[in-house]
């Protein structure tokens, strides 16, 4: 039963955002729409364990959130009456809501309900009224499927300021035709879409909080998602880059745990266990990246990823060409990620002792308003160092550390077993 309803909830959580994009381009209403999405997943989530789940179930949730949503608008009085004014001010080309008696298999634009509208509501939420903040954490709720909870933790923000964010947002794009933007409208929120899709895959490839390391459900729907860009924009080197990064990154998952879930780092992976098409396709785009204009952030990226994804042992990692590579991401970028594994590539190619000095360094530069998660990542990487280093008294405090700050449980247990493995009397 327990096996049956992951699978319900996997099933949920990948249809929602294209339901939901159904449901705002047919009514053109955000935030009744997600409301009645969200009372379809209830009702799905009581219905299917008992009755099985049916032979199209986003069909399922769009009919039965169409009549929730059907019903909301007709008791609201006022909202029909501006509805009515507004429909006939509405051009011929632009959305117009599907008369009472219309059935839910047809829209007035003629679009079966069946088509993904995700990727029209990934761009919706990328509107250019919207600062790149809000930008993100709508994505990250209506297309990502995350809790305003898990986006809060993933913006290191309180779950309050953070839905507070999200209505903001949702008012904001309130009333915006849902169609597919024009050419010039698609660059400037390019930007916007692709850091969305990328936080969204990180989410999926390392849970910022749970029992489970990985959210499968998330990082597959980032890389589809991806995939629909590269097809509207298959020459932006960009778009090319992030593909291949995530599939890169996301080849090494089957390694990635053990039998009970334990996270086993990078370097003692068994790579035999590696998605090598996955790599071998990723190797493909992040060259063709390269190729198809100036190096960006994901292209220097994607050609970190394939440089690890190319040794077949890790004591064969080309770490010096790494490094060099990290050099010209930490110069384009602000990201403190980038910095901390430059860190990291320094220790590789200059010693642990190298690579300390860098941390510490980090240590007081870490991004404002971040600094519980910022420095579980520094204690995290401080304690590894330390390790090598030939510190185990300082080691041990420093993964201690991480592991209280950290709100994965995978990690937070992996760095103490790193702690207790030790040698040395207990802190």
Not at 169 to 194: E, H, I, N, S, W
Request: hydrophobic content about 40%; charged content about 25%; aromatic content about 4%.
């Amino acid at each position: 039963m327990g096996r049956a309803t992951d699978d319900i909830e996997d099933l949920l959580r990948r249809h929602a955002p294209q339901v939901l994009g159904a449901l705002v381009r047919r009514y053109g209403h955000f935030d009744p729409a997600e409301d009645s999405v969200q009372e379809a997943l209830i009702a799905a989530a009581e219905q299917w364990p008992r009755d099985g789940i049916p032979d199209n179930p986003r069909g399922w949730l769009i009919r039965v959130a169409s009549r929730r949503l059907t019903d909301r608008l007709r008791s609201d009085e006022a909202r029909r009456r501006r509805e009515e004014t507004a429909a006939a001010l509405t051009p011929a080309d632009a959305f117009v809501a599907p008369p009472p008696g219309e059935g839910p298999g047809t829209s007035s634009l003629g679009r079966a309900p069946s088509e993904d509208d995700t990727l029209t509501l990934l761009f919706l939420c990328c509107h250019p009224a919207l600062s790149p903040a809000a930008q993100i954490a709508l994505t990250l709720r209506a297309v990502g499927g995350l809790t305003t909870a898990e986006i809060g933790r993933a913006h290191l923000v309180p779950e309050a300021t953070m839905a507070q964010r999200i209505s903001r947002a949702k008012r904001a794009v309130r009333g915006t035709q849902f169609r597919q933007p024009d050419a010039r409208d698609r660059d400037q929120r390019l930007a916007a879409v692709l850091q969305v899709l990328y936080l969204i895959f990180n989410e999926g490839y390392t849970a910022t909080a749970g029992p489970d390391l990985h959210r499968t459900d998330l990082a597959r729907e980032a890389i589809r998602l991806t995939r629909a860009v590269r097809r509207l924009l298959p020459h932006e080197g960009r778009v090319t880059g992030l593909l291949a990064l995530m599939l890169l990154t996301e080849a090494r998952t089957p390694a990635r745990t053990g039998p009970d879930g334990e996270l086993i780092p990078l370097d003692e992976q068994d790579r035999a266990r590696w998605d090598h098409t996955a790599i071998a396709e990723g190797i493909a785009l992040a060259e063709e990246a390269l190729a198809q204009g100036p190096a960006g952030d994901y292209q220097l990226q994607a050609a970190i990823a394939a440089l690890h994804d190319e040794a077949g042992r890790a004591e064969d990692t080309d770490w010096p060409q790494i490094l060099a590579l990290y050099d010209v991401l930490v110069r384009r970028t602000p990201d403190p990620a980038a910095a901390l594994g430059r860190a990291v590539a320094v220790a590789m190619v200059h010693g642990p002792r190298a690579g300390l000095a860098e941390v510490d360094a980090l240590a007081g530069a870490g991004p404002a308003g971040r600094a519980e998660q910022w420095h579980y990542r520094l204690d995290a990487v401080r304690g590894h160092l330390l390790e090598r280093a030939g510190d185990p008294d300082a080691a041990r405090t420093a993964y201690r550390a991480a592991a209280d700050a950290t709100l994965s449980e995978p990690e937070a247990r992996y760095l103490r077993r790193r702690a207790d493995r030790l040698n040395g009397p207990d802190t």
